[in-house]
C-alpha cells in the first residue's frame, strides 16, 4: 500500500506559478512511476508530467515548457512546479503512484487548481 498525501493546491492568476507537493508513505524508489496528473470538469484524467525511477520524466503536451516535475528522494515527495499558468489549467490535480508498470496503482485525495482572474 502507498499513501500519497497532496498539497499547494489553490486560486492564482493568469500566467501565475504554483507548486504542488505530493509525499508518499514509503520510499519513491520503490515506486516505478510517481507524478501527476489532472481532471478538468467533464473531461476524462489527463497525465501532466511524471517521475521515473530510473530519473526519466514525462511530460504531457499541455504541460511541457512550463511546468517541470521534481523529487526529492530523501523526503519521498515529488513536486510540480507550474509556471505560466492559463486558465486551461484549471482541474483537480492527482498524485499518482506505479508500482511496476506505468499506470498508477495509487492515487492521492487531489488538489484544486483554480486559475483566474
Known amino acids: 500500500q502507498v499513501q500519497l498525501v497532496e498539497s499547494g493546491g489553490g486560486l492564482v492568476q493568469p500566467g501565475g506559478s504554483l507548486r504542488l507537493a505530493c509525499a508518499a508513505s514509503?520510499?519513491?524508489?520503490?515506486?516505478?512511476?510517481m507524478g501527476w496528473y489532472r481532471q478538468a470538469p467533464g473531461a476524462e484524467r489527463e497525465l501532466v508530467a511524471v517521475?521515473?525511477?530510473?530519473?526519466?520524466?514525462d511530460y504531457g503536451d499541455s504541460a511541457k515548457g512550463r511546468f517541470t516535475i521534481a523529487r526529492d528522494n530523501a523526503k519521498n515527495t515529488v513536486f510540480l512546479n507550474m509556471n505560466s499558468l492559463k486558465p486551461e489549467d484549471t482541474a483537480v490535480y492527482y498524485c499518482?503512484?506505479?508500482?511496476?508498470?506505468?499506470?498508477?496503482?495509487?492515487w492521492g485525495q487531489g488538489t484544486q487548481v483554480t486559475v483566474s482572474s
Open positions: 499518482g503512484a506505479a508500482l511496476t508498470t506505468t499506470s498508477p496503482d495509487y
Open positions: 514509503r520510499s519513491i524508489y520503490s515506486l516505478n512511476v
Open positions: 517521475s521515473m525511477r530510473g530519473g526519466g520524466t
